[in-house]
């Protein structure tokens, strides 16, 4: 039997949607968000690698923990949409982001949490993708997506995507974050969640439309040479010495040496 979650704070007052007994129980509480919340889920390293390169899957950092896949499939649970770019799928083509793909074991009650919130069976996966070069056979697409990427490319993919993915295009030049979740909120979603990578991270930061940041912290050290390709947290996008981004923690837990951290991202700089 899985052992629960450490609760090692929690600021008071945060939104709460009742779990069920074993969700509350192996997450250490309940969980909720405010209506039209965006929030991210990414693991790195001690030393802050989220990615080693574009063949190796997050769960390599994680040390394939299975309370970090647990935390995944809840917070996949609560969300209308999932957002994730090009190059995540690179790294996990065969990856399908729904509560269940990463954590059967609770598949019912994560079901169950969807279920209470009035969401749809599954999230909706969208993909950012700039040059439309994806796969169309991938599992990913054979389940539903939306694919939001440029005009041309649009016109591309339609051609061979199966008819249960979409996909939707906007002039190169418009073709930003805050375009996609506009066009996201416009399929009727609320609460949104990325799951990466470090480049669409650093996207919606550098818009200024991420509220909250759920990270977990793998008791491990990845180091990074001059050469290789390994990435931080946040990527292309960096502020200035005098304006570095704040966050507030809103609650941290525990699970042996892993610590899963809840922020929120304050805008008031």
Same mark, same amino acid.
């Given at each position: 039997m899985q052992m629960p979650l450490t609760t090692l704070f929690e600021l008071e007052g945060l939104p709460s949607s009742p779990l069920?007994? %074993?969700l509350r129980q192996r997450y250490g509480g309940n969980l909720g968000f405010s209506p039209q919340t965006v929030y991210a889920n990414f693991v790195t390293s001690l030393d802050?690698?989220?990615a080693l390169d574009p063949e190796t899957p997050p769960s390599i950092i994680s040390g394939k923990?299975?309370?970090d896949r647990f935390v995944m499939g809840l917070l996949r649970a609560f969300a209308g949409a999932v957002v994730v770019g090009a190059?995540?799928?690179r790294a996990e083509p065969r990856h399908r982001w729904t509560p269940a793909h990463i954590y059967q074991g609770l598949a019912t009650e994560y079901s169950e949490v969807r279920a209470a919130l009035r969401l749809e069976r599954e999230p909706q996966m969208v993909l950012l993708t700039r040059t439309g070069n994806v796969d169309p056979t991938?599992? %990913?697409f054979e389940y539903g997506a939306l694919i939001v990427t440029t005009d041309e490319a649009a016109s591309r993919l339609k051609r061979s995507l199966p008819s249960a993915s979409r996909a939707i295009g906007f002039p190169e030049e418009d073709l930003h974050v805050s375009t996609v979740l506009r066009a996201i909120r416009s399929e009727g979603h609320s609460t949104i969640l990325t799951e990466g990578g470090p480049t669409v991270l650093g996207e919606f930061l550098k818009e200024e439309v991420l509220d909250e940041l759920f990270l977990t912290l793998s008791p491990r050290i990845a180091g990074r040479m001059p050469d290789d390709q390994r990435l931080s947290l946040v990527e292309n996008h960096a502020y200035?010495?005098?304006?570095?981004?704040p966050a507030t923690l809103l609650s941290a837990k525990q699970d042996e040496s892993h610590l899963f951290l809840r922020y929120r991202i304050d805008r008031s700089h």
């Open positions: 069920t007994e %074993a802050g690698i989220a923990s299975d309370t190059g995540t799928l991938l599992p %990913a200035a010495p005098s304006g570095l981004q």
